[in-house]
């Protein structure tokens, strides 16, 4: 299986500029997360998503912040506008059964917005 | 919701000793304890992971160990070698539902000398 596809690897952005991040989970996996990683507040979930419907959004920063999950093959993470302080790393991570099984997470994007 | 507190931020070993890592949870409720290992540039990858029903389990060289009465649980790692150098982090999930999320510690910093 070739794992959690994320894209891109890297994005270097200025401020103001919309981003979108794009994941693929694993073939036949339900549950969808995206989280974002920083030194100051670690890892921190943002949404999750269960058979396409997304189910807590409670992580999402403010109203920049986008997530949507047209199908069961693909994800994505929008922010727009902007800010310097949305660069962190970007997982997508996804599971059979929620949060009771393995999660597998994708390799990360790194963002850094200028 | 769960609060899943990790410590030690930070570990440093020789090579050959052993490394332990404990965290705490809130939730009693929570029966799902996965340890994830990240390396650098990489997404975390599960290692090993624990129910309520069970105590301990142990995969080669590392195990892990659950008190429920306490409300927390551990990671040892024995035989340390250099590539067990990573940050790991510890989660816990609450059981009964498929809709469940994963909880995350901050994560330690293990680095094992050669």
């Known amino acids: 299986d070739a794992g959690v596809i994320q894209s891109p690897r890297h994005e270097v952005t200025e401020m103001g500029q919309e981003v979108t991040l794009r994941c693929k989970p694993i073939?036949?996996?339900?549950?969808l997360f995206w989280y974002r990683q920083t030194m100051m507040r670690g890892l921190e979930l943002l949404i999750y998503f269960n058979n396409n419907v997304p189910i807590d959004d409670s992580g999402m920063p403010e109203d920049r912040f986008s997530a949507k999950m047209p199908n069961a093959s693909f994800s994505t993470l929008k922010i727009q506008p902007s800010e310097p302080r949305d660069s962190a790393v970007y997982f997508c991570?996804?599971?059979?059964?929620?949060?009771?099984?393995?999660?597998?997470f994708g390799p990360g994007t790194r963002l850094l917005v200028l | 919701g769960e609060n899943v507190e990790q410590h030690p931020s930070t570990l440093s070993v020789q090579e050959g000793d052993s490394a332990v890592i404990k965290c705490t949870y809130s939730?009693?409720?929570?029966?799902?304890f996965p340890w994830y290992k990240q390396e650098l540039g990489k997404g975390p990858q599960l290692i090993i992971d624990i129910r309520s029903n069970v105590g301990e389990k142990k995969d080669q060289r590392i195990a892990v160990t659950l008190n429920k009465t306490a409300k927390h649980f551990s990671l040892h790692i024995t035989e340390t070698q250099p590539e067990d150098s990573a940050v790991y982090f510890c989660?816990?999930?609450?059981?009964?539902?498929?809709?469940?999320?994963?909880?995350f510690g901050r994560g330690t910093q293990l680095t094992v000398w050669p």
């Open positions: 073939s036949g996996h339900n549950s």
């Open positions: 939730d009693s409720a929570s029966n799902y």
């Open positions: 991570a996804s599971s059979l059964q929620g949060g009771r099984e393995t999660q597998y």
């Open positions: 989660a816990a999930s609450r059981g009964g539902s498929t809709l469940g999320r994963l909880y």
